[in-house]
């Protein structure tokens, strides 16, 4: 196979390429090449990288040539952990974020507002409790909410999607009891001290246990939703995403993000399940296209550091952000979700049976579970090249990288904390070990390939936001750079959003960097970030993304798009036909 494709691409100058990039700068993102003045594409794939005058020599009548004009092509991006499905719904429901929102006041007006709006049998669901962000912010009481109403069920997602505070109503209509066991994998419905529901609800499983008893929109919702939420991927550079976890707000995810792959998306979407996503489905590992492929597990070891989930070797600061706005209990330690066997057992199924795991670890002490728990393992069950992830690793430190290395597990970074939450680290985990956080620096020094990722929709969609804050590790609002040792160079941070994003998803071969023979996933920039100023990267421009050859349309008027809206339209009024018939 490797022998006809070197054939073909042999002969493509005899035939005329499709298409020819020049007149701009291009950053290969390819150690071997680079440095180039022209790019052919033919066949969806790179045929050829060199001088313009020797590639100018394969156009032909049909070859579509592309002037640059000074500006930038470069690989497309690739996001290596984000959630498609949550973030398309969820920028439908009501926004109660520290980016857009100021009070405390203010956000239980609008959930208040919200409550008047709706409908018999709707819920409210609200997305970005942020006691981080918002000054004045404390958790709500079951009381409070109920308060707000004792009728219309009120479901308030944090920002970071570990957990959730509900009313009464959200409990009767999801048949919920103070005896109701707590799911599989770590979730939790809180009690008080009296064995009470208190209104609070924790950690994926129960969360989505409870999303799972929500009405359900209109057939045809969800995929509109969803393909819009892909364009707007595409039109900020990317061509590949990494859902990690992927929620069933609306029916089953995976079903649904293959058939989209199947009419054209603007996106490749590579998917890790949770366990209960595979065990309803007939999807396998490995399964897919080129634009939806099953690569892995996704698993929870530890929460959020802004809800007290993290699991961190020391405890949570006594302040009054930890005590009274994220409510944590005087010398809070975020607890991990797993037993020491439990762990073992599950990491050795899927790892015998050669899933690639991905798994949330944000302290030392449920990173140093994994590693040790995966050390065990590997001993038991060799494998080489298995490529384990772990997701965030907040405070990872410097002896927990080495050992990931030694171990082959690779390490992905949530940049944005830096960004967003750097003032506040302060005074959660103390100002000496905020300067370690995402420690991405020391991983790159100690051989990694390592990633970086926003986990959208927890924090905004935005290549150009994390690699700046890679690179300048400078906070928001307060402008101050939090760990200056563990700043990276710009090309290293656009590596860990192109190869070793790819290397990471085992998709090196195909995508990541411009290099012949792999597939033609593009992006076309303002400016060069490797002939700017640091501080000029954050302002840098998506001009187009393209696909195997292809500028990809990120318009929301599309044919599909209709489709889709004329298939929501029918469902909704056959709904209400039937509705009335009954009644």
Not at 266 to 290: A, C, E, T
Not at 397 to 413: D, V, W
Request: include cysteine.
């Amino acid at each position: 196979m490797k022998f006809i494709i070197k054939m073909m691409l042999a002969i493509t100058p005899l035939l005329g390429v499709d298409l020819i990039f020049f007149g701009g700068n291009i950053i290969t993102m390819d150690d071997k090449t680079t440095l180039a003045e022209a790019v052919a594409i033919h066949n969806g794939k790179i045929s050829s990288i060199g001088k313009k005058d020797h590639i100018m020599k394969m156009k032909s009548w049909k070859t579509k040539l592309i002037d640059l004009d000074g500006k930038t092509l470069m690989p497309g991006f690739i996001e290596a952990h984000c959630h498609p499905i949550a973030t398309a719904v969820l920028s439908q429901v009501v926004d109660v974020s520290g980016f857009h929102n100021n009070s405390r006041r203010e956000i239980l007006n609008i959930i208040r507002q919200a409550v008047e709006k709706s409908s018999p049998g709707e819920w409210v669901l609200a997305f970005g409790w942020d006691p981080v962000l918002v000054p004045d912010l404390y958790n709500p009481t079951l009381s409070e909410l109920d308060s707000i109403s004792n009728n219309t069920p009120i479901f308030i997602l944090t920002q970071m999607m570990h957990h959730a505070f509900v009313n009464s109503a959200v409990y009767k209509t999801a048949g919920i009891t103070k005896n109701t066991p707590n799911p599989k994998g770590g979730g939790v419905f809180q009690k008080d001290s009296v064995g009470n529901l208190n209104g609070v609800i924790y950690e994926f499983s129960a969360l989505q246990y409870v999303l799972d008893k929500m009405p359900k929109t209109p057939q045809g919702t969800a995929e509109l939703l969803l393909n819009l939420q892909y364009a707007k991927y595409a039109k900020a550079g990317y061509t590949s995403i990494a859902a990690l976890g992927p929620v069933n707000i609306a029916g089953h995810p995976l079903k649904f993000m293959e058939k989209l792959s199947r009419n054209g998306s603007p996106v490749r979407s590579y998917v890790y399940p949770i366990k209960q996503q595979l065990d309803d489905s007939d999807y396998s590992n490995g399964f897919g296209n080129d634009f939806f492929k099953i690569k892995g597990i996704k698993l929870y070891m530890d929460g959020s550091p802004y809800t007290g989930g993290a699991a961190f070797s020391k405890p949570y600061l006594n302040t009054d952000l930890t005590l009274n706005r994220m409510g944590l209990k005087k010398d809070h330690y975020g607890s991990i979700n797993f037993t020491k066997d439990s762990l073992m057992n599950v990491l050795s199924f899927y790892h015998k049976n050669n899933y690639q795991i991905a798994i949330h670890t944000q302290g030392e002490v449920a990173i140093q579970g994994v590693l040790d728990a995966f050390k065990e393992i590997l001993k038991q069950h060799p494998r080489s090249d298995h490529r384990h992830r772990l997701e965030h690793n907040a405070l990872i430190t410097k002896e927990q990288i080495a050992q990931a290395k030694r171990l082959g597990i690779t390490l992905s970074f949530f940049i944005d904390h830096i960004y967003y939450y750097g003032d506040k680290l302060k005074f959660i985990v103390g100002p000496n070990r905020a300067e370690r956080f995402m420690p991405i620096e020391s991983s790159l020094k100690e051989g990694h390939y390592a990633t970086i990722h926003t986990d959208n929709p927890a924090t905004p969609i935005n290549p150009f936001r994390a690699i700046s804050t890679a690179v300048l590790r400078k906070t928001k609002n307060e402008q101050i750079i939090l760990g200056e040792e563990e700043r990276i160079s710009i090309d290293n941070a656009l590596k860990s959003i192109t190869i070793n994003a790819a290397w990471q998803l085992f998709e090196e071969k195909d995508r990541g960097s411009i290099t012949v023979g792999k597939q033609a996933d593009l992006v076309i920039l303002s400016h060069n970030p490797l002939q700017i100023q640091k501080e000029e990267l954050i302002n840098i421009k998506v001009i187009s993304t393209w696909i195997n050859g292809k500028q990809v349309n990120h318009s929301i008027y599309t044919w599909k798009n209709f489709k889709l809206i004329v298939t929501i339209i029918f469902n909704y009024i056959n709904k209400t036909i039937k509705e009335w018939i009954i009644k």
